[in-house]
């Protein structure tokens, strides 16, 4: 047995206290690697798969050899002084600059790229680096359509999706990666071809997972930059914690109505993104794009820059927007610049860092606890569903059907026999419907909004109240097809 230093590569480090280095006692490489998985066991897991292989992206040095390539692999001996070095196959982020290795550009390609080859910025050394550069996108939604296409086009050669999503209708005011003969198809298998239709000469890996924190590490440790598409706030600080463990850059971007922010996120050069915002906002006080509205090209705009960011990053060119966040307003086209500080407080890149793993994101931003609560809502409310109500109508039952949404969401899609009293003005408006003795049954888009406006019904007294199950998105697949869904 030798005393010998096994040493972390940061993105492990969280997984080992943060140490970059551990002294164990050994006489083999396996029992070195034993020792050390026995004293961190969340280590084994990023080291190991399942069947106790070494994982294919992890590879151990001993000194400066590739353990790979000895005889007797893990049994090869160890001395005292000897350093065993953990090293994931694509370590560290861009900003290191990686060696450009020697990339042959076809005609095709140099015809293609002509008018990057002629930038002094670019240049055929950059148009390398381009093409060695491996990209993760987080979504191929809003922003990852015009991100992905302008980085397919620059020649990034390798360009890596995440998404479960089918295209929806709904999506094309946007999503221009996508086309209406889409409609129906996974969005991974339409942005792919399209991808790959702009420019043959780049790889298209798809991943279709709901990102999380069982596969976050694996997938994007596979790539040097990370473009943060995503909609939601566990996702969000999801990519972040993983960006900061794998030190990787993140080029952030996110929309709402007439609204972008982009930053990019690089934790061992700036701050991240919990740096910025330390907690999620509760959930339903910041509305989704779904409930909210998007302008469809400010997505455009931001995923595009979202694209410049990741290129600059890419050829080390330019001024990054690390440690600035860039507000863009549609309206007044208006840009601004906030100067953002590392938080030497932030628990996951401050000084004394409290998250060393990836947590469960949905428990942190309250999703659970509130969904939880929403259930407890709509269990304790009476239901009518979509094909009853309509037998009852056209039946001629007294009902009284109130439709709660926002006066605006009528020009969609509304019920004829529905009157409006918009939620917000619900509770002054219950007494107008004291002394009546029909049936009253709420509807909106969802069920949601409905059912607490049941439940307001039923606190002021009301005992012949229903909720609309499903609402006039169940109304469309039950009774009216023409109803249009949004
Ligand atoms: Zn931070």
């Not at 107008?432 to 003795?437: A, D, H, K, M």
Request: with cysteine; charged share 25%; hydrophobic share 40%.
């Amino acid at each position: 047995m030798s005393q010998i230093t096994v040493i972390i590569p940061t993105p492990l480090r969280g997984y080992a206290e943060g140490q970059d280095s551990i002294v164990v006692n050994a006489g083999t490489v396996a029992e070195a690697l034993t020792e050390l998985t026995s004293r961190y066991s969340e280590l084994s897991r990023h080291l190991y798969s399942e069947d106790g292989q070494l994982r294919s992206f992890v590879n151990i040095y001993l000194n400066d050899e590739d353990i790979r390539y000895l005889e007797g692999r893990d049994a090869a001996g160890v001395q005292a002084g000897d350093e065993i070095r953990i090293v994931p196959s694509i370590a560290g982020g861009v900003a290191t600059a990686p060696e450009v290795k020697d990339v042959e550009f076809t005609q095709e390609e140099m015809r293609r790229y002509a008018r990057h080859l002629i930038l002094p910025e670019v240049g055929p050394e950059g148009q390398k680096k381009l093409k060695q550069a491996r990209v993760l996108l987080i979504g191929a939604g809003g922003l990852g359509s015009p991100a992905s296409l302008y980085l397919a086009a620059a020649g990034v050669g390798t360009l890596g999706l995440v998404d479960f999503d089918v295209v929806e209708h709904s999506n094309l005011q946007r999503q221009i990666v996508h086309g209406t003969s889409d409609v129906g198809r996974l969005k991974l298998e339409s942005a792919r071809d399209r991808l790959l239709d702009v420019n043959p000469e780049i790889e298209v890996e798809t991943h279709e997972v709901r990102l999380s924190s069982d596969n976050a590490l694996e997938i994007l440790t596979e790539y040097d930059i990370v473009v943060d598409g995503t909609d939601n706030f566990p996702t969000r600080y999801l990519v972040n914690d993983a960006c900061v463990l794998l030190g990787k850059p993140n080029v952030y971007g996110s929309i709402f109505r007439f609204e972008g922010q982009v930053s990019v996120f690089h934790a061992k050069q700036g701050p991240c993104y919990r740096c910025l915002y330390a907690e999620p906002p509760p959930p339903g006080l910041a509305p989704s794009c779904a409930e909210g509205g998007v302008l469809g090209v400010l997505p455009g705009i931001i995923g595009t820059l979202q694209a410049n960011e990741t290129i600059k990053l890419i050829l080390g060119a330019g001024d990054p927007l690390i440690g600035r966040l860039l507000l863009f307003d549609a309206l007044r086209v208006r840009f601004r610049e906030l100067k953002l500080r590392k938080d030497p407080e932030c628990p996951i890149c401050g000084e004394n860092p409290t998250v060393h793993k990836l947590i469960d994101y949905e428990v942190f931003c309250g999703i659970r606890e509130a969904e939880v609560e929403q259930r407890g809502l709509e269990a304790g409310v009476p239901i009518i569903t979509a094909s009853e109500l309509r037998a009852r109508l056209d039946a001629g039952d007294p009902i009284r059907v109130i439709d709660v949404r926002e006066p605006h969401e009528l020009n969609i899609c509304k019920l004829d026999e529905a009157e409006l009293i918009p939620l917000g003005q619900f509770p002054s408006q219950i007494s107008r419907l004291v002394g009546g003795n029909d049936e009253i049954v709420v509807i909106c888009r969802s069920g949601r909004r409905s059912a607490y406006a049941v439940r307001l019904l039923q606190d002021a007294g009301f005992t012949e109240a229903y909720n609309l199950t499903g609402g006039l998105l169940a109304w469309s697949d039950e009774v009216d097809p023409t109803m249009v869904k949004y």
